[in-house]
């Protein structure tokens, strides 16, 4: 299995709503990743997960909240988001084998819309 | 911070032509990958090239790396309609991320359109 699976395809939410992403894989990765892409941007990334802990916080604001419950799983909780939070939320993960940092596989993606 | 910088931003070619895109970035790497967008979807990883190899292979793909010039190139050849996406460089800079991780840093991107 080398997918990366999230849910849902779509989110709108209203900026008091609290809603969560998720994402899977089954591949035995250590590392995870969240991504936020803009429109006709590239993705950046906002979080990244070391063995279940967290190792990087680009500097993402507190209404995103994320959480690695265990290895193959990873969450990202959101809370009073704004319209411009609206993008494409992108997970990823990777492993490094021989000490060598290898490719990282991404999911479809989330489609989130704040109103 | 964007680490790579693609050019062209646009391409337009006709099927059975090659394609050929650049990426530029600013700080040493550990080393570099070439994704694929199709539009609205998730990223597919192409090909990833380390610092220390100056050419790959894989398919109808070919991935240069000139460390001096900070500059890498991916060429598509004979391009079909079903390579029609955006293109992104990301650059693995080897910042601290914890373990087995690694950060990566994405170009601005090159949307190739390839018409039948």
């Known amino acids: 299995d080398t997918e990366v699976t999230q849910t849902p395809k779509h989110l709108v939410m209203g900026m008091t709503n609290k809603k969560s992403l998720k994402c899977e894989q089954h591949?035995?990765?250590?590392?995870m990743y969240w991504y936020k892409q803009k429109a006709k941007k590239p993705p950046e990334l906002m979080f990244v997960?070391?063995?279940?802990?967290?190792?990087i916080n680009e500097s993402v604001p507190s209404r995103f909240s994320p959480e690695c419950p265990n290895s193959s799983l990873l969450n990202l909780h959101l809370h009073a988001l704004q319209p411009e939070d609206s993008a494409l939320y992108l997970c990823?993960?990777?492993?490094?084998?021989?000490?060598?940092?290898?490719?990282?596989?991404f999911g479809p993606g989330t489609r989130l819309t704040v109103l | 911070s964007q680490q790579g910088e693609e050019d062209p931003q646009a391409l337009s070619i006709q099927e059975g032509e090659n394609a050929t895109m650049n990426c530029s970035y600013k700080?040493?790497?550990?080393?570099l990958q070439w994704y694929r967008q199709n539009s609205g979807r998730g990223l597919v990883h192409l090909i990833l090239?380390?610092?220390?190899?100056r050419e790959k292979h894989s398919g109808r793909l070919r991935v240069t790396l000139d460390t001096s010039k900070k500059s890498s190139s991916l060429l598509i050849t004979a391009s079909r309609a079903a390579d029609t996406a955006s293109y992104f460089c990301?650059?693995?800079?080897?910042?601290?991320?914890?373990?087995?991780?690694?950060?990566?840093?994405f170009g601005k991107g090159t949307k190739l359109s390839v018409i039948p």
């Open positions: 990823a993960s990777s492993q490094e084998q021989a000490g060598m940092k290898n490719e990282q596989f």
């Open positions: 591949m035995g990765h250590r590392a």
């Open positions: 997960y070391s063995y279940e802990k967290l190792s």
């Open positions: 700080t040493s790497i550990n080393n």
């Open positions: 090239i380390r610092s220390n190899e």
């Open positions: 990301a650059t693995d800079a080897g910042r601290n991320s914890g373990a087995g991780s690694y950060q990566l840093t």
